[in-house]
């Protein structure tokens, strides 16, 4: 014992020696160098692997610590099983990977059971234990997800934040006002929903004590029903005279591909509320959208198929119009039909889990966590129904403002760092910042140890 003391404490000096230049550069950027191991796993290599790329990546999440990528991890070492003792790590650690956070360990997996005896070796001056090792288990369908959740808060010390799940707030006994018109369905006609297309979308009576309901299929031949839709559009079609479309309940189908989108009419927007949406069900398979949308300029750059339509022109005549001509239909296209050149630009869905063939009802709070983005302008309710292919039905499909709401709510930001930028723009800031990365990882590794 007193051996493996006297070798943390040296290596503890040891990875206190680099230049004050670089150590001043250090605190200022990271509070740790960070390095995971492969896990020891017998039998199984790669999933010993796959568990500690999870911890890896998870722990990459925590700015203030710089964790080494799996290649370079890979290169370094080979995996490093729990009863590898902590002094040979330590001395690793400050003569070979200039880091002073390692974890290690051995995994075993037995079925759906895993199981994993996790160590670590913190040479940090303020860290609290300098070894520690602790056993985590899980037997669920998600174990890295969990397991590393439990890892990298044993390296940390903190909680990890979670995103809001279904059930993290009860619903409230009583509402206002519903902020949609007819979210039962009874109303005469289709009032507060698109008219239903009579082939893939009914509202009719429902079983008793329902009163009206809103059926959907989705088992239906896909090409058909678009072209069908299509002709709506283009007025050449009507609901009160629908086609017979067949059954189709391939991966072909419209289940396998589209489904079917069923729309409110439109609900005014208040930034910074918050909102509860909640809908009666009876099968899985489905979700009800609460989709955000603004006018934009960037929206008027045509016009939908239905607008040239109505106007007696073809896609064709459009464009082959002078620039002025084209500008001059487009704006008196947005004046006259405003809603049609909105922009989507937030969703958040209820997502229709339950038991099939009865009713359940799920109700959940809109955003989860914070109030409604500010630039939101209209709301609109979508029921999406889609796979598996067959008969979705629904009742009570409502939006109300959240009654516990005092005052208006901040926006929660996204977590993600790569929220909003396209691929493009991620792959080359990734490629710079993982050559930043290796180069001061291979500057720290080169600075001599006294």
């Known amino acids: 014992m007193r051996?493996?003391?006297?070798?943390?404490?040296a290596a503890l000096a040891a990875s206190g020696s680099a230049t004050p230049a670089a150590r001043a550069e250090e605190k200022v950027k990271k509070q740790g160098f960070a390095i995971v191991f492969d896990f020891f796993c017998p039998g199984n290599e790669e999933y010993g692997k796959k568990l500690a790329n999870a911890v890896r990546m998870r722990l990459a999440r925590h700015k203030e610590l710089d964790v080494v990528d799996r290649l370079t991890t890979g290169d370094l070492s080979e995996p490093?099983?729990?009863?590898?003792?902590s002094a040979k790590v330590a001395k690793m650690m400050a003569d070979k990977l200039a880091v002073n956070i390692a974890v290690y360990g051995t995994v075993t997996r037995t079925g759906q059971a895993v199981r994993l005896e996790l160590c670590g070796v913190d040479l940090r001056p303020a860290a609290k234990k300098k070894v520690w090792k602790k056993t985590?288990?899980?037997n669920t369908?998600?174990?890295e997800a969990v397991l590393s959740k439990a890892a990298v808060e044993a390296v940390t010390g903190l909680a990890e934040w979670v995103p809001p799940e279904y059930g993290d707030e009860t619903e409230?006994?009583?509402f206002g006002k519903p902020l949609n018109v007819n979210g039962n369905f009874d109303a005469p006609g289709h009032a507060g929903w698109q008219e239903p297309d009579r082939v893939a979308s009914f509202i009719e009576r429902g079983p008793g004590g329902r009163g009206k309901i809103l059926r959907v299929r989705t088992d239906l031949e896909r090409w058909p029903y678009i072209n069908y839709i299509r002709a709506i559009r283009m007025g050449k079609a009507s609901p009160k005279n629908p086609p017979r479309i067949g059954r189709d309940t391939s991966m072909g189908g419209l289940a396998g591909f589209e489904g079917v989108h069923f729309k409110s009419d439109w609900i005014q927007a208040t930034p910074g509320q918050r909102y509860w949406l909640m809908a009666d069900f009876t099968r899985p398979g489905a979700k009800v959208f609460l989709k955000g949308f603004q006018k934009t300029e960037f929206a008027l750059d045509g016009l939908p198929e239905g607008v040239m339509a109505r106007m007696g022109i073809t896609p064709e005549q459009f464009t082959k119009m002078p620039e002025a001509r084209r500008k001059k239909l487009i704006a008196k296209a947005a004046k006259d039909e405003p809603k049609l050149f909105l922009r989507e630009?937030?969703?958040?869905?209820?997502?229709?889990?339950?038991?099939?063939g009865q009713w359940n009802h799920l109700a959940a709070p809109v955003p989860p966590r914070g109030g409604l983005p500010d630039g939101v302008e209209l709301l609109q309710i979508q029921v999406y129904s889609y796979w598996p292919p067959g008969e979705y039905k629904f009742d009570n499909v409502y939006l109300y403002k959240d009654p516990r709401q005092k005052a208006p709510l901040a926006e929660e930001k996204a977590r993600t760092p790569n929220y909003g930028k396209t691929s493009d723009i991620v792959e080359k800031e990734t490629a710079e910042k993982e050559k930043r990365k290796k180069k001061d990882?291979?500057?720290r590794r080169r600075t001599p140890s006294k």
Do not use: E, I, S
């Open 136 to 138: 985590l288990q899980d």
């Open 80 to 85: 490093l099983p729990a009863d590898t003792g």
């Open 172 to 174: 409230p006994k009583t």
């Open 141 to 143: 369908h998600r174990p």
């Open 441 to 443: 990882q291979d500057k």
């Open 3 to 9: 051996l493996c003391v006297l070798a943390l404490m």
């Open 345 to 356: 630009c937030y969703r958040w869905y209820l997502n229709c889990r339950g038991k099939g």
